[in-house]
């Protein structure tokens, strides 16, 4: 049986640039010594049904996947349900509207060159992180602005791209509600209480596209998550506070940073989370463990000093 190569996108991200640019991209996927098969999404859960089913079968040698980070979410979610013996490397064309993860992963920004990595790119192991028992490859989040991703209709991202997480974020900003947690550190032997506006276990850095809000130093092979935590300001810290935010300053005291394994979240009502900028559903009690090296990516290899 030969090899193959299956190639997942979704034809609706973004702009619709896929479709335009099809042809080139098969032509960079194609090689002599695999056969290429081409999968287009039509409803959620394609993409994650499409990888398990062809690691199952044993020939998969790689995967291809383009689309929004939601896609991105789907393929790595088929691929951590199967046995790790049967994980292959992804090749992540970022099609979307915002391209989190791919901004993380110094991904060109044409899916043309990003298609091409799938033969000159280096395999690039990342953490996936494991959010009560659902896949997380790289934000889980609950608070201000966490719905604004999938709160965002499709037609608005395809029109107005980043702007449109702007406008929706905007809109966030004049009914902020609190939420009374506990969290746990288990591995620091820490534990963080209070009220607070927004919380996220992160793995990148841009988040919703906002560019480097999670600071300097995330790794996204290291074993650890950064925990971003907000805490309910006054109205006069307001202004201060978000510029810190938007510069990366953690020294405000609003604001918790911590790098970790593992979380525990506790909260007196139930609250709902993002997971990969879609809807993860609402829990009074949530888990988050971070899973070393689970996923293989291909990245640039003139970057990969940035990465690692």
């Known amino acids: 049986m030969r090899d193959k190569v299956l190639f997942v996108y979704n034809p609706n991200a973004g702009t619709k640039k896929i479709v335009s640019k099809l042809n080139d991209v098969v032509y960079q ?20 049904e499409a990888v398990k089913a062809y690691l199952k079968e044993g020939s998969c040698v790689k995967v291809v996947c383009s689309g929004g980070d939601g896609t991105l979410h789907e393929v790595v979610e088929g691929m951590m349900e199967c046995d790790e013996s049967l994980r292959v490397p992804i090749v992540y064309l970022p099609a979307g509207s915002t391209n989190d993860f791919g901004y993380s992963m110094c991904l060109p920004k044409d899916i043309v060159a990003a298609a091409a990595l799938s033969k000159t790119g280096m395999e690039y192991p990342c953490d996936i992180g494991c959010f009560n028992g659902k896949y997380v490859v790289y934000t889980a989040a609950f608070g201000l602005f966490s719905d604004v991703s999938y709160a965002t209709s499709q037609s608005m991202k395809n029109v107005f791209g980043h702007a ?14 609190t939420i009374s947690a506990t969290i746990t550190l288990p591995d620091d032997d820490e534990v963080i209480e209070g009220k607070f506006i927004v919380g996220m276990v992160v793995s990148a850095s841009s988040i919703g596209g906002f560019r480097g809000i999670t600071g300097p130093d995330v790794r996204l092979n290291d074993g650890k998550y950064e925990l971003f935590l907000v805490r ?20 405000n005291p609003l604001i918790v940073f911590r790098h970790i394994s593992r979380a525990e979240f506790e909260f007196e009502e ?39």
Not at 164 to 177: F, K, M, P, S
Not at 284 to 292: D, F, G, I, R
């Open 270 to 308: 139930e609250v709902a989370w993002t997971i990969d900028g879609e809807y993860g559903g609402t829990c009074l009690q949530a888990h988050m463990t971070v899973k070393k090296h689970a996923v293989t990516f291909m990245a640039p290899r003139d970057l990969m000093g940035l990465l690692s």
């Open 29 to 48: 996927l194609i090689d002599d010594s695999s056969d290429l098969v081409i999968s287009p999404t039509r409803k959620r859960n394609d993409a994650k």
């Open 232 to 251: 309910e300001p006054s109205a006069l810290q307001v202004p201060g506070l978000l510029n810190d935010i938007r510069r990366g300053n953690f020294d």
């Open 164 to 177: 449109a997480y702007v406008l929706n974020g905007a809109g966030a900003l004049t009914n902020i509600e």
